[in-house]
């Protein structure tokens, strides 16, 4: 069983920048993709980038020049380095783990592991 804990949200400007944490802990064995998704009140939970055990990553449209996902395998930590925020990037963001080794759809019926999530305001 694995656990996720983010961290780094906060409020900032329109065209600021953030980075979020992620630690993992526990058995990390078998777990591939990585990847971070958000979620706005009475919307779905949408994705915004993912990393495969290879280094390969993905990244959904809104975000593709401005975010950057990484990953510290050696130390289990996932980072989202968020660049030229705007309002429309203030959301709660999840991280979140997956067991397949081909992620690159971004799909979350992929990962079954989630973080309680951390927030980000863009004002």
């Known amino acids: 069983h694995v656990q996720l804990v983010e961290s780094g949200g906060g409020s900032v400007q329109v065209g600021g920048s953030l980075r979020l944490s992620c630690v993992a802990s526990?058995?990390?064995?078998?777990?591939?993709?990585m990847g971070w998704f958000r979620q706005i009140p009475d919307k779905e939970r949408e994705a915004v980038a993912g990393?495969?055990?290879?280094?390969?990553?993905s990244y959904a449209d809104p975000v593709k020049g401005r975010f950057t996902i990484s990953q510290d395998s050696a130390n289990h930590i996932l980072y989202l380095q968020m660049r030229s925020l705007k309002p429309e990037d203030t959301a709660m963001y999840y991280c979140?783990?997956?067991?397949?080794?081909?992620?690159?759809?971004?799909?979350?019926?992929?990962?079954?592991?989630w973080g309680q999530g951390t927030q980000v305001t863009v004002s």
């Open positions: 990393i495969e055990s290879d280094g390969s990553t």
């Open positions: 526990g058995d990390t064995i078998g777990r591939y993709c």
């Open positions: 979140a783990s997956s067991p397949y080794q081909a992620c690159s759809d971004l799909s979350t019926s992929r990962y079954d592991t």
